[in-house]
């Protein structure tokens, strides 16, 4: 992690922001969905959607430790 | 309702952000680059977009150029995944550019399209911008000052406020307990106005009949300003003897109150003040050097108003305003008498200020709208400083000749053999010299 020049670190920092926006947006509606008694798919969509933006953001934080692999 | 462009190249954010949009009553379009988002803007009105900083096909600030040739020009707010991209885009706000940070929150986005609200908001900015919630002032020189509080509120350094007389030390003092967040009070004296017996009872307090007349146990400055700020006004006005006893407090972080054998902790950030110059308090001995850097961590200089006169309307208006509020009047500053309190130079700074304002503000003639400033701003206070700031440029050599010759004459009250040999010219040059200008006037 030491030769990760500062560039390529805010690079891949700010990668791994993505996925934390789209769980913090996906969030939001869920709490829409269930504010507003709206049907519940909407919801259960969003929630699949965070669980992958979970496994993308733990990938990243992954290749952030070991680039080579 | 409103029409919204969102654009950012992640499919995923736009599609939830504009469900959420769509949720909270608004229509929204979405592009995923710039030609999409140039696209949109050719054939349709926006009231607000929303724009990613970074796009595949260069930066959202590309589009800026176009959207401000839009008429009516439509809100814009970057949205960014970097902090740091916060200076970029807040030297590019104007009032109707500002930026959110991702992750965004629900509450960010209806705050965005909520038009009530942001009015509001935007009055309370017109209003006065207050920085650490006492100080006015855009100009670079304040906002070097505001960075400096910033940073040593951060930490827990003992600051020295230098600066002539009237340039707002207190105020600043209150800005750096504002911004260090601390827990306990800010506790203010006067070192100057304390006589040397009170001095210790007063900074370090005493116990019950600790001297004669100490009737009741007295808590000292430094207790009271526990988990806070203390601040020294007038520190260089300390007798000096009275010196080696608060050195030794600022060095053991400890106090023994007066007729007291108790070791007290001393926990709280000290911020001194001064109207010296620091040659003048290393040139006279008016500190000492021990105490000075004990202190003095970190000295800020505040620039007097003269250095910043673009926050002079500002500042005005904004005394103007408090009076107006306490006194349930309207009266207004034209842009003439704005520019007339600009020009001024202010020997005395914001205080002198102040105190014109109000001064108008008493004398002010209840049927007009605007204040009546007097013909001239000068105070007795400041009339000793304004004759040697005689020279300006656009003055001619006789013209400062002249001055120079009055000016010395005033100062050996007439006397001219003396005013001669002051001035380097022999006495009839400066007969001729008098004459030429009339006369010798109130020297004859």
């Given at each position: 992690?030491?030769?990760?020049?500062?560039?390529?670190?805010?690079?891949?920092?700010?990668?791994?922001?993505?996925?934390?926006?789209?769980?913090?947006?996906?969030?939001?509606?869920?709490?829409?969905?269930?504010?507003?008694?709206?049907?519940?798919?909407?919801?259960?969509?969003?929630?699949?959607?965070?669980?992958?933006?979970?496994?993308?953001?733990?990938?990243?934080?992954?290749?952030?430790?070991?680039?080579?692999? | 309702?409103?029409?919204?462009?969102?654009?950012?190249?992640?499919?995923?954010?736009?599609?939830?952000?504009?469900?959420?949009?769509?949720?909270?009553?608004?229509?929204?379009?979405?592009?995923?680059?710039?030609?999409?988002?140039?696209?949109?803007?050719?054939?349709?009105?926006?009231?607000?977009?929303?724009?990613?900083?970074?796009?595949?096909?260069?930066?959202?600030?590309?589009?800026?150029?176009?959207?401000?040739?839009?008429?009516?020009?439509?809100?814009?707010?970057?949205?960014?995944?970097?902090?740091?991209?916060?200076?970029?885009?807040?030297?590019?706000?104007?009032?109707?550019?500002?930026?959110?940070?991702?992750?965004?929150?629900?509450?960010?986005?209806?705050?965005?399209?909520?038009?009530?609200?942001?009015?509001?908001?935007?009055?309370?900015?017109?209003?006065?911008?207050?920085?650490?919630?006492?100080?006015?002032?855009?100009?670079?020189?304040?906002?070097?000052?505001?960075?400096?509080?910033?940073?040593?509120?951060?930490?827990?350094?003992?600051?020295m406020?230098m600066?002539?007389?009237?340039?707002?030390?207190?105020?600043?003092?209150?800005?750096?307990?504002?911004?260090?967040?601390?827990?306990?009070?800010?506790?203010?004296?006067?070192c100057g106005?304390?006589?040397?017996?009170?001095?210790?009872?007063?900074?370090?307090?005493?116990?019950?009949?600790?001297?004669?007349?100490?009737?009741?146990?007295?808590?000292?400055?430094?207790?009271?300003?526990?988990?806070?700020?203390?601040?020294l006004?007038e520190v260089t006005e300390m007798p000096l003897d009275m010196q080696?006893?608060l050195l030794?407090?600022?060095?053991?972080?400890?106090?023994?109150?007066?007729?007291?054998?108790?070791?007290?902790?001393?926990?709280?950030?000290?911020?001194s003040a001064t109207n010296r110059t620091l040659q003048n308090i290393a040139e006279q001995h008016i500190l000492r050097e021990d105490i000075y850097f004990?202190l003095a961590?970190?000295?800020?200089?505040?620039?007097?108003?003269?250095?910043?006169?673009?926050?002079?309307?500002?500042?005005?208006?904004?005394?103007?305003?408090?009076?107006?509020?306490?006194?349930?009047?309207?009266?207004?500053?034209?842009?003439?008498?704005?520019?007339?309190?600009?020009?001024?130079?202010?020997?005395?700074?914001?205080?002198?200020?102040?105190?014109?304002?109000?001064?108008?503000?008493?004398?002010?003639?209840?049927?007009?709208?605007?204040?009546?400033?007097?013909?001239?701003?000068?105070?007795?206070?400041?009339?000793?400083?304004?004759?040697?700031?005689?020279?300006?440029?656009?003055?001619?050599?006789?013209?400062?000749?002249?001055?120079?010759?009055?000016?010395?004459?005033?100062?050996?009250?007439?006397?001219?053999?003396?005013?001669?040999?002051?001035?380097?010219?022999?006495?009839?040059?400066?007969?001729?010299?008098?004459?030429?200008?009339?006369?010798?006037?109130?020297?004859?």
């Amino acid at each position: 992690m030491a030769d990760l020049t500062a560039a390529e670190l805010a690079k891949q920092v700010h990668d791994i922001r993505k996925p934390l926006n789209r769980i913090s947006m996906q969030a939001e509606l869920i709490k829409l969905v269930l504010e507003n008694n709206l049907p519940p798919d909407k919801a259960i969509a969003a929630i699949d959607k965070i669980l992958q933006s979970c496994q993308d953001c733990s990938q990243l934080l992954e290749n952030l430790l070991n680039p080579s692999a | 309702m409103l029409s919204i462009l969102l654009v950012d190249d992640d499919r995923e954010f736009t599609d939830v952000a504009s469900h959420i949009i769509d949720f909270l009553g608004h229509t929204v379009s979405v592009a995923g680059n710039l030609a999409e988002a140039n696209e949109w803007l050719e054939h349709n009105h926006f009231d607000h977009i929303l724009l990613d900083f970074m796009l595949p096909d260069g930066s959202g600030i590309h589009l800026m150029d176009r959207v401000q040739h839009l008429f009516p020009v439509p809100k814009v707010t970057f949205i960014t995944g970097h902090p740091s991209v916060k200076s970029v885009i807040a030297e590019l706000c104007g009032p109707k550019v500002d930026y959110l940070i991702k992750p965004i929150q629900r509450e960010c986005l209806e705050r965005l399209f909520n038009p009530v609200k942001q009015k509001a908001k935007k009055s309370s900015a017109t209003k006065t911008n207050l920085h650490f919630n006492c100080l006015i002032g855009e100009s670079e020189p304040m906002q070097a000052l505001y960075t400096m509080i910033e940073r040593v509120a951060a930490s827990s350094a003992n600051v020295m406020l230098m600066g002539e007389s009237g340039v707002g030390k207190e105020l600043v003092a209150s800005a750096i307990h504002y911004a260090s967040q601390a827990s306990g009070d800010l506790v203010a004296t006067n070192c100057g106005g304390l006589s040397k017996e009170l001095i210790s009872s007063e900074l370090f307090g005493h116990e019950k009949g600790a001297f004669t007349g100490a009737v009741a146990q007295k808590i000292g400055v430094f207790e009271r300003a526990k988990g806070g700020t203390l601040f020294l006004d007038e520190v260089t006005e300390m007798p000096l003897d009275m010196q080696p006893h608060l050195l030794r407090v600022l060095e053991t972080k400890k106090l023994v109150r007066v007729g007291g054998t108790k070791e007290i902790a001393v926990d709280c950030r000290v911020v001194s003040a001064t109207n010296r110059t620091l040659q003048n308090i290393a040139e006279q001995h008016i500190l000492r050097e021990d105490i000075y850097f004990r202190l003095a961590v970190f000295p800020i200089e505040i620039p007097p108003l003269r250095e910043r006169a673009a926050d002079i309307p500002l500042l005005a208006k904004a005394f103007l305003n408090q009076l107006n509020e306490d006194s349930g009047t309207s009266y207004q500053l034209t842009s003439t008498q704005l520019q007339r309190l600009a020009s001024f130079d202010w020997p005395g700074n914001v205080r002198e200020l102040r105190h014109t304002i109000h001064r108008a503000h008493i004398m002010s003639d209840p049927a007009k709208k605007e204040v009546e400033l007097p013909a001239s701003f000068a105070s007795p206070f400041s009339i000793a400083q304004k004759e040697h700031t005689g020279l300006a440029a656009g003055k001619t050599i006789d013209e400062v000749e002249k001055e120079l010759i009055y000016l010395t004459l005033k100062k050996v009250s007439g006397n001219k053999a003396m005013a001669a040999d002051m001035l380097g010219v022999s006495v009839k040059t400066l007969y001729n010299r008098l004459s030429a200008y009339g006369g010798l006037g109130e020297f004859s």
